[in-house]
């Protein structure tokens, strides 16, 4: 740094001294327009780093060259030319063109600068992608039975399966779209990337026995964390309303209240829950109705990489959508309906959960961690936090919730308690009438 005779130090010389590694290394400060794919932030990963870390392959270039994930990268030069025998020499080159053209476009998508060089980058890239293309190929004929065997094992099939959705772990969708464009202009035999996206990482965990059907699929995806998301929330109606969540009593004190837990068979997606007030309870005398307050919720799987994928997703809403937290704020509703593992049981008998690896307790401890560090916009589920809450604090809700509990929990209970209603009133009139023959 240069200093001045006088001791003065001149302002060019400190930006010189600080910044010159930032300028050496020609690095953006500012993300990009297009950025899409970023690091989990610390916070969030110190909850569960396995849930961030891939686990045997490395996509794209902020895991790239791990020794520990140095046997798939043999997996991919296999793929590579194995996908030689789907297209031409020529097609080839024109991959390799597309990606040459695009090259500072897919750099911008990582908030983080990668230092590989162009060479290394567009060999990077190529490979992963064609890999991930060759994949979903194998996968697709399997299923329809040309192959015989998957591409993989189980164990290791699931973990790919799981690895290609981390954060940090994507290629920007557009550049797999155009490469399998270029590799099968105008192709018939086989289905859309989309399709093959959705089949690839379709699971049973949220129930998604309807997420082929994309006719009205109109979302701009940026990888397959962004589909995962999208799939999980794309049917959903935003509601108009959008505020901050008032304290929520769990399931149970709820239950005590009057609200009765009911699975939502007809919920558009995972998100789509619903607080119904104006259904009555079926008595057998028109005269006697009571009111049922449902608070309705899509079933929902639970196995041991839940709490992965639903961790995958939240970190990506964190980074990239922080003004539309959709399924933060589902984890935070359900969160707050879960205590512990009582409150799970209520779901559970609602058929609203289903275990298939732990217990109550272990799903409770879930969704009471997952909302650890996790910043929440403004909630989509206000007006339903306002509404249970509101019907918790009157005290009629709970004494008619003990009524129905105790005097028409059932068609005999409730028709033997009507006729002693009866019964005392005629006995009432009996007596009145007494009395007045006798004055």
């Keep these: 740094m240069e200093v001045e005779r006088n001791d003065l130090i001149r302002f060019d010389s400190l930006k010189v001294h600080k910044e010159w590694l930032i300028d050496e290394e020609q690095e953006n400060l500012e993300p990009q327009p297009e950025c899409c794919i970023y690091r989990v932030p610390k916070a969030l990963r110190k909850a569960n780093e396995e849930a961030y870390t891939p686990q045997v392959i490395s996509i794209g270039p902020l895991h790239y060259g791990k020794k520990e994930l140095a046997y798939m990268e043999k997996q991919k030069i296999r793929f590579r030319r194995e996908f030689s025998k789907r297209i031409t020499?020529?097609?080839?080159?024109?991959?390799?063109?597309?990606?040459?053209?695009?090259?500072?476009?897919?750099?911008?998508?990582?908030?983080?600068?990668?230092?590989?060089?162009?060479?290394?980058?567009?060999?990077?890239?190529?490979?992963?992608?064609?890999?991930?293309?060759?994949?979903?190929?194998?996968?697709?004929?399997?299923?329809?039975?040309?192959?015989?065997?998957?591409?993989?094992?189980?164990?290791?099939?699931?973990?790919?399966?799981?690895?290609?959705?981390?954060?940090?772990?994507?290629?920007?969708?557009?550049?797999?779209?155009?490469?399998?464009?270029?590799?099968?202009?105008?192709?018939?035999?086989?289905?859309?990337?989309?399709?093959?996206?959705?089949?690839?990482?379709?699971?049973?965990?949220?129930?998604?026995?309807?997420?082929?059907?994309?006719?009205?699929?109109?979302?701009?995806?940026?990888?397959?964390?962004?589909?995962?998301?999208?799939?999980?929330?794309?049917?959903?109606?935003?509601?108009?309303?959008?505020?901050?969540?008032?304290?929520?009593?769990?399931?149970?004190?709820?239950?005590?209240?009057?609200?009765?837990?009911?699975?939502?068979?007809?919920?558009?997606?995972?998100?789509?829950?619903?607080?119904?007030?104006?259904?009555?309870?079926?008595?057998?005398?028109?005269?006697?109705?009571?009111?049922?307050?449902?608070?309705?919720?899509?079933?929902?799987?639970?196995?041991?990489?839940?709490?992965?994928?639903?961790?995958?997703?939240?970190?990506?809403?964190?980074?990239?959508?922080?003004?539309?937290?959709?399924?933060?704020?589902?984890?935070?509703?359900?969160?707050?309906?879960?205590?512990?593992?009582?409150?799970?049981?209520?779901?559970v008998e609602a058929g609203i959960i289903s275990i298939h690896g732990g217990n109550n307790a272990k799903v409770a401890n879930l969704f009471n961690k997952l909302g650890d560090y996790i910043l929440l916009d403004r909630s989509c589920y206000c007006d339903i936090f306002r509404d249970l809450k509101a019907h918790y604090d009157n005290p009629w809700n709970h004494a008619m919730a003990t009524l129905k509990r105790v005097y028409f929990n059932n068609l005999w209970r409730s028709t033997g308690t009507v006729a002693a209603i009866l019964l005392l009133v005629l006995t009432l009139v009996q007596a009145i009438c007494s009395i007045l023959q006798v004055v």
């Design 89 to 347: 020499p020529e097609i080839w080159q024109e991959m390799v063109g597309f990606l040459q053209h695009h090259e500072q476009h897919i750099r911008h998508c990582y908030e983080e600068t990668s230092n590989l060089k162009k060479l290394e980058f567009i060999t990077m890239i190529l490979y992963d992608a064609v890999f991930i293309i060759e994949l979903f190929l194998r996968s697709f004929e399997w299923r329809i039975r040309i192959r015989s065997l998957p591409p993989y094992k189980p164990l290791l099939r699931t973990t790919i399966r799981y690895d290609l959705l981390l954060l940090e772990n994507q290629l920007p969708y557009f550049v797999l779209e155009e490469l399998y464009e270029i590799a099968f202009p105008n192709n018939t035999n086989n289905p859309s990337l989309l399709i093959l996206s959705c089949q690839y990482f379709r699971d049973s965990l949220f129930n998604e026995d309807n997420i082929l059907n994309l006719s009205n699929f109109e979302a701009e995806v940026k990888h397959f964390t962004d589909l995962k998301r999208h799939l999980l929330t794309y049917t959903y109606l935003r509601p108009q309303s959008r505020g901050v969540t008032p304290d929520l009593p769990c399931a149970i004190k709820l239950q005590e209240s009057g609200v009765k837990f009911k699975q939502r068979v007809q919920g558009k997606c995972l998100i789509d829950i619903n607080f119904d007030k104006k259904k009555t309870l079926g008595i057998p005398f028109s005269w006697l109705k009571l009111k049922v307050h449902e608070l309705q919720i899509p079933p929902i799987n639970i196995y041991d990489q839940t709490e992965s994928v639903f961790r995958k997703l939240m970190a990506l809403e964190q980074c990239h959508y922080p003004h539309e937290t959709l399924v933060c704020n589902y984890i935070n509703l359900v969160d707050a309906l879960i205590n512990n593992e009582e409150d799970v049981n209520l779901l």
